[in-house]
T-cell receptor, first 114, second 113 residues
Framework: DTGVSQDPRHKITKRGQNVTFRCDPI?????LYWYRQTLGQGPEFLTY????????KSRLLSDRFSAERPKGSFSTLEIQRTEQGDSAMYLC????????????FGPGTRLTVT | GQQVMQIPQYQHVQEGEDFTTYCNSS?????IQWYKQRPGGHPVFLIQ???SGEVKKQKRLTFQFGEAKKNSSLHITATQTTDVGTYFC?????????????WGLGTSLAVNP
């Protein structure tokens, strides 16, 4: 399967714990995006990378969120000291380039904070 | 800030009826993309429109990009139960293709058989 993969698919954690999600994009794609989606809403932009460089991070994102793409391939998204409001689907997408290119989404990681 | 609005938020139709969702941007877009998300799934790319006034068709789906490149529409003719899902538009603002997409909130379509 050469699509975008995400791991884990589901994560249940207790409030205050740290969690880390992984995204493996399509191999030749240099753009990688992280989104958050809650029920009935559209994808909410979190951050994106061009190769290993993080080009933009949403101003809505608190300092508890951090993302890396160390070698320009896979990416990780870490949430520290999780809160119940962090419960959502976290989607990763990759593309060949910027806004003129279609984005391919992974299946997402569903986070539940209890 | 830059916004992309979609209407309606929800639409229920009887199978066989037509359906249209509209997308409006606060700024001129260099291109607009449409995605479909089935219940429990992730967004899947449908099409991209680039030119002013462009119209593209995919079987029963017709996509339009406005002359001013600030609005777009998706029309489905004779809906089927397989059309159920949420349809998102996402636009790239301004000139050039290096900007990230701005997403609408989506239109959820329910089709009664």
């Amino acid at each position: 399967d050469t699509g975008v993969s995400q791991d884990p698919r589901h994560k249940i954690t207790k409030r205050g714990q740290n969690v880390t999600f992984r995204c493996d994009p399509i191999s030749e794609h240099n753009r990688l995006y992280w989104y958050r989606q809650t029920l009935g809403q559209g994808p909410e932009f979190l951050t994106y990378f061009q190769n290993e460089a993080q080009l933009e991070k949403s101003r809505l994102l608190s300092d508890r969120f951090s993302a890396e793409r160390p070698k320009g391939s896979f990416s990780t998204l870490e949430i520290q000291r999780t809160e119940q409001g962090d419960s959502a689907m976290y989607l990763c997408a990759s593309s060949l380039g910027g806004g003129a290119y279609e984005q391919y989404f992974g299946p997402g990681t569903r986070l539940t904070v209890t | 800030g830059q916004q992309v609005m979609q209407i309606p938020q929800y639409q229920h139709v009887q199978e066989g009826e037509d359906f249209t969702t509209y997308c409006n941007s606060s700024t001129t877009l260099s291109n607009i993309q449409w995605y479909k998300q089935r219940p429990g799934g992730h967004p899947v790319f449908l099409i991209q429109l680039v030119k002013s006034g462009e119209v593209k068709k995919q079987k029963r789906l017709t996509f339009q990009f406005g002359e001013a490149k600030k609005n777009s529409s998706l029309h489905i003719t004779a809906t089927q139960t397989t059309d159920v899902g949420t349809y998102f538009c996402a636009g790239s603002p301004g000139a050039g293709n290096n900007r990230k997409l701005i997403w609408g909130l989506g239109t959820s379509l329910a089709v009664n058989p």
